[in-house]
């Protein structure tokens, strides 16, 4: 009995395209690279993104095609930083108000919790008094060992690329 080639190729490179359509544009698996976020993900962790969270993606790009949801507060994102991606946690959305204090310590406070600063950071940040509008506040879960908006700034809410469901 002759098996016909071509009753096996359309079924791998249709499975091929499906999967490379799922991978583009609506899950993707990463791993946790570090200890930023650490209780909530561990280095070496295996997560899924859900990349149809806030909008559609741009192929191979940093940002979103379209948007039809924004982040809210205290999920876990993910967005390109440097052409890596990161993921840290939505601490505060847009119009979020911020208080810094320089007294004992340099401080950031949101919604009752307060976040250490450098004097570096201290300096960055300390003349907005609320998210500005179209970006978010992310902070790692661990703040003490984590690199995040403190350091490089709001991310614009078209930038996140998705979000992390963490059980």
């Not at 930083?81 to 979020?96: D, L, P, Q, S, W």
């Not at 300390?126 to 179209?134: L, M, N, Y």
Request: positive net charge.
């Amino acid at each position: 009995m002759k098996i016909k080639k071509q009753n096996f190729l359309i079924p791998l490179i249709t499975g091929i395209c499906i999967g490379l359509l799922l991978k583009l544009f609506i899950l993707d698996i990463l791993e946790v690279s570090g200890s930023s976020m650490t209780p909530a993900l561990i280095d070496g962790q295996k997560i899924l993104v859900n990349k149809l969270a806030y909008g559609l993606v741009k192929p191979f790009g940093s940002s979103l095609l379209f948007s039809w949801n924004n982040p809210k507060e205290d999920e876990i994102v993910v967005f390109l930083y440097k052409g890596h991606f990161v993921v840290k946690r939505c601490v505060a959305i847009e119009k979020t108000l911020l208080e810094y204090s320089n007294e004992s310590e340099y401080t950031l406070t949101v919604r009752n919790k307060k976040f250490p600063l450098t004097e570096l950071q201290y300096n960055l940040l300390k003349d907005t008094d609320s998210v500005p509008e179209g970006t978010v506040l992310v902070i790692g879960d661990n703040y003490l060992n984590s690199i995040d908006s403190r350091t490089f700034g709001f991310v614009p809410r078209m930038n996140i690329l998705g979000r992390i469901n963490v059980r």
